[in-house]
């Protein structure tokens, strides 16, 4: 899947996703665990596009509170470092 950045704020989402080209944009403004939230939502939305927006909201939200106990974060590694 390809994921693209970039400011969502015309739009009024956090979040996008194209099952047909098995993508997702993500605001680049979002971070924390409203990144991973949007971020498995717009996954969900791909990998299961039958699904009603309840389910993937709901499942989205529940996975990022498990994911988020356990400690899962976002590393910028654009740094080089």
């Known amino acids: 899947m390809k994921v693209i950045y970039k400011k969502l704020g015309r739009e009024k989402a956090y979040g996008m996703s194209d099952y047909g080209i098995n993508t997702i944009v993500i605001d680049s403004r979002l971070h924390g665990r409203k990144h991973l939230e949007v971020s498995l939502h717009e996954s969900l939305h791909v990998y299961f596009p039958?699904?009603?927006?309840?389910?993937?909201?709901?499942t989205a939200r529940k996975l990022a509170n498990?994911?988020?106990r356990m400690n899962y974060r976002r590393v910028d590694n654009s740094l080089g470092i």
């Open 50 to 58: 039958e699904k009603s927006e309840t389910f993937v909201k709901n």
């Open 66 to 68: 498990i994911l988020w």
